[in-house]
């Protein structure tokens, strides 16, 4: 079992930036794919981004591309989500994953990851 916790969410204009933290404690951190998925209202849960758990690979979906950057610091038990210039779409409740079993082809699946943090809303006004 792993217990996840996000921080860094909150109200920002559009084109500024945050850093979201996911902080993770239990299980061996680095043995995990990291991922953030986001949550509108009245929407799906989403696929943001996910980095391997050996921190060689990343991935994006297409409409944070260039603005957002994901990395992890596993001495820390850490996955980060830095994002810049936002935009009001960009507002959601934020999820940081973990990906316990790692099958490939599913990265971008919410349903593949095994455990979640509470989230952590990111509110971008125009």
């Known amino acids: 079992q792993v217990q996840l916790v996000e921080s860094g969410g909150g109200l920002v204009q559009a084109g500024g930036s945050l850093r979201l933290s996911c902080a993770a404690s239990?299980?061996?951190?680095?043995?995990?794919?990291m991922g953030w998925f986001r949550q509108a209202p009245g929407k799906e849960r989403e696929f943001v981004a996910a980095i391997s758990a050996s921190d060689t690979s990343t991935y994006y979906a297409d409409s944070v591309k260039g603005r957002f950057t994901i990395s992890r610091t596993n001495a820390k038990n850490t996955v980060y989500l830095q994002m810049n210039s936002l935009k009001p779409e960009d507002t959601a409740v934020y999820y940081c994953?973990?990906?316990?079993?790692?099958?490939?082809?599913?990265?971008?699946?919410?349903?593949?990851?095994?455990?979640w943090g509470q989230g952590t809303q990111v509110t971008v006004s125009s």
């Open positions: 239990g299980r061996t951190f680095s043995s995990y794919r």
């Open positions: 994953g973990a990906d316990e079993t790692i099958r490939a082809g599913r990265v971008m699946t919410s349903g593949e990851y095994d455990y």
